[in-house]
């Protein structure tokens, strides 16, 4: 089984910066894709950006130019550094993977969704 854990949320003042990070543990093979989303209170969960197993990224229009994804493929790890936040990016924050992990030692796919952590922007 694949587990993804998010850290790093917080409180922030407009215009901060926070960086959240996504660590996936269990015995995973290989990643295809990770992606953020966020939900706001009363709204539909939204997707903020994708990085792909060789690096590529994309970014939803409302956060292009103001957040970055970034990855560590030796740890596992995910990053979405949030820089010039504004209050409407306040939500919880989910990371989801999907690639293949070892299921009683053969490979199978997996999806998996972290349980999100809660971002702030507010003075």
């Known amino acids: 089984q694949v587990q993804l854990v998010e850290s790093g949320g917080g409180l922030v003042q407009p215009g901060g910066s926070l960086q959240l990070s996504c660590s996936g543990s269990?015995?995973?093979?290989?990643?295809?894709?990770m992606d953020w989303y966020r939900q706001a209170p009363g709204q539909q969960r939204e997707w903020v950006g994708r990085?792909?197993?060789?690096?590529?990224?994309n970014y939803a229009d409302s956060v292009k130019g103001r957040f970055t994804i970034s990855k560590d493929n030796a740890k596992k790890t995910m990053y979405l550094q949030m820089n010039s936040l504004k209050p409407e990016d306040t939500g919880v924050y989910y990371c989801?993977?999907?690639?293949?992990?070892?299921?009683?030692?053969?490979?199978?796919?997996?999806?998996?969704w972290g349980q999100g952590i809660q971002v702030t922007v507010s003075s």
């Open positions: 269990g015995t995973i093979v290989s990643i295809n894709a």
């Open positions: 990085i792909t197993s060789g690096g590529s990224t």
């Open positions: 989801n993977a999907e690639g293949t992990y070892l299921r009683t030692g053969a490979p199978a796919d997996f999806g998996s």
